[in-house]
C-alpha cells in the first residue's frame, strides 16, 4: 500500500458506533460497547453471590443451578454477539476478532475464502394508509472452509449498496481475498 493512499470513510461505520483507524500495514475495525462489558460483570458478581450465599447457607441444587447459570450467561452470549474490535494485522497476515471478556479469535488470510454480505430487510407498519419504515440490516461474514464467521452487521433506513460494494472491495484488499 503506498503512503500516499488514504483510508475511507463510510458514514454507515460511524452511524453503527464503528471507529475504523488505519496504522501502518494494520487496520483497526472498534465499536464501542461498554454497557455489554458492564452487563457482563454484573452477572458474573450477581451469579458469584447466589453461588456464595449457597454455599453458606446450605447447598441447595437450585442455587447452585442459578448461580451457574448467571456466571455462563456472558461467556455463550459473547459467542453468538458480532466482535468489537477487528484488527486486521498485514505484517502478520491474520486477522483478531474481539468482543466482549472473553471472546478472542485469531485466523490466517489463507484460512479465509471470502468476505460475503447478507441483506435482510425489515419493514415495519405504521398504518394502513402509509408506507412503513424500512430498515436494511446488512450482516458481514467471512467465510472460512464450510463455517461462517461474524464479522460486522451495519443497519441503516436505506438502501447503500454502492457503499457497501465500496466496503467490501476495501476488506477484501485489506484481507488479501481473491474475489
Known amino acids: ?12 461505520l460511524s452511524d453503527n458506533g464503528y471507529a475504523l483507524e488505519e496504522r501502518p500495514n494494520q487496520l483497526v475495525l472498534r465499536k464501542s460497547v461498554q454497557s455489554g462489558k458492564t452487563f457482563s460483570i454484573i452477572l458474573i458478581v450477581i ?9 453458606y447457607f446450605g447447598l441447595h441444587y437450585a442455587t447452585v443451578i442459578s448461580g451457574l447459570f448467571f456466571i455462563g450467561v ?5 459467542r453468538w454477539k458480532y ?3 477487528i484488527t486486521i494485522d498485514q505484517n502478520e497476515d491474520k486477522i483478531e476478532l474481539n ?25 415495519s407498519d405504521v398504518s394502513p394508509f402509509k408506507d412503513g419504515y ?18 460486522l452487521s451495519i443497519i441503516s433506513r436505506s438502501k447503500e449498496e454502492e457503499s457497501i460494494k465500496s466496503m467490501v472491495e476495501f476488506l477484501s484488499q485489506k ?3 481473491q474475489n
Open 83 to 85: 466482535p468489537s474490535k
Open 99 to 123: 468482543g466482549g471478556l472473553t471472546f478472542h479469535k485469531s485466523l490466517r488470510f489463507n484460512d479465509i475464502s471470502s468476505l460475503q454480505v447478507d441483506e435482510a430487510v425489515v419493514t
Open 47 to 55: 451469579g458469584i453471590l447466589i453461588l456464595t450465599f449457597g454455599m
Open 175 to 177: 484481507l488479501r481475498l
Open 134 to 151: 424500512q430498515d436494511f440490516i446488512y450482516t458481514f461474514n467471512l467465510l472460512v472452509g464450510k463455517e461462517k464467521q461474524k464479522f
Open 1 to 12: 500500500m503506498s503512503a500516499s493512499s488514504k483510508t475511507p470513510t463510510w458514514p454507515l
Open 74 to 78: 456472558p461467556f455463550i452470549y459473547e
